[in-house]
């Protein structure tokens, strides 16, 4: 099993460019989310999903668009890219809410 | 909303000392409580976890307690080695509702040789 692979490592944006991050798991896992880490914050929510078809906000949706049309897939989209989403994220599954969470490698995003 | 606090942001330990990392959230109904070690560069994995109907767990040198009375839960870990060194970050999660899954703000560990 690949696990969680997140696409890509790297990428750099001009203000108000969009962007999708590619996150795909092989687990058969329901639970996926989004996450973003900045210094001195910790791993912030952005969106999660309970299953296909399925999508909540978390804790800091504002600016990111999500959909989970397979339970394989979960992809980010930046509608208009800001330097404050400058950060890295993280894509995670899990069998559900409440169990280990598997992360991907993270994708490092600069907004200039 | 839902919150986890995590105290300390940096902590320095000398080799072979024991450290202790704290977590308090505030929703009620969380009933499951991980805690993640992420390497520079590395993504986080989970090293340990609990759930409310246990009140400690232990793994070789590593364990956390829970208090769910007083919605505090702690890591503990014991004899530290440099490879010790890392980010760690608690997390809690309830059982059913919004399954949000929220972290704490992470740890800075360092154990000094």
């Known amino acids: 099993n690949a696990g969680v692979t997140q696409t890509p490592k790297f990428q750099v944006l001009k203000t108000g460019q969009s962007m999708t991050l590619q996150c795909a798991q092989d687990m058969n896992h329901e639970y996926m989310s989004w996450y973003r880490q900045d210094p001195g914050m910790g791993l912030r929510l952005i969106h999660y999903s309970v299953g296909a078809g399925i999508t909540d906000q978390g804790e800091v949706p504002n600016g990111y668009n999500v959909s989970r049309s397979t339970t394989e897939d979960f992809p980010l989209r930046l509608l208009s890219a800001a330097p404050s989403q400058t950060s890295v994220y993280f894509c995670?599954?899990?069998?559900?809410?409440?169990?280990?969470?598997?992360f991907g490698q993270g994708t490092r995003l600069t907004v200039v | 909303g839902e919150n986890v606090e995590q105290h300390p942001s940096t902590l320095s330990v000398q080799e072979g000392d024991s450290a202790v990392i704290k977590c308090t959230y505030s929703?009620?109904?969380?009933?499951?409580f991980p805690w993640y070690k992420q390497e520079l560069g590395k993504r986080p994995q989970l090293i340990i976890d609990?759930?409310?109907?246990?009140g400690e767990k232990k793994d070789q040198r590593i364990a956390v307690t829970l208090n769910k009375t007083a919605k505090h839960f702690s890591l503990h870990i014991t004899e530290t080695q440099p490879e010790d060194s890392a980010v760690y970050f608690c997390a809690a999660s309830p059982t059913s509702g919004t399954y949000k899954y929220i972290f704490g703000t992470g740890t800075r560990l360092k154990v000094l040789a």
């Open positions: 929703d009620s109904a969380s009933n499951y």
């Open positions: 609990i759930r409310s109907n246990v």
């Open positions: 995670a599954s899990s069998p559900s809410g409440n169990t280990e969470a598997f």
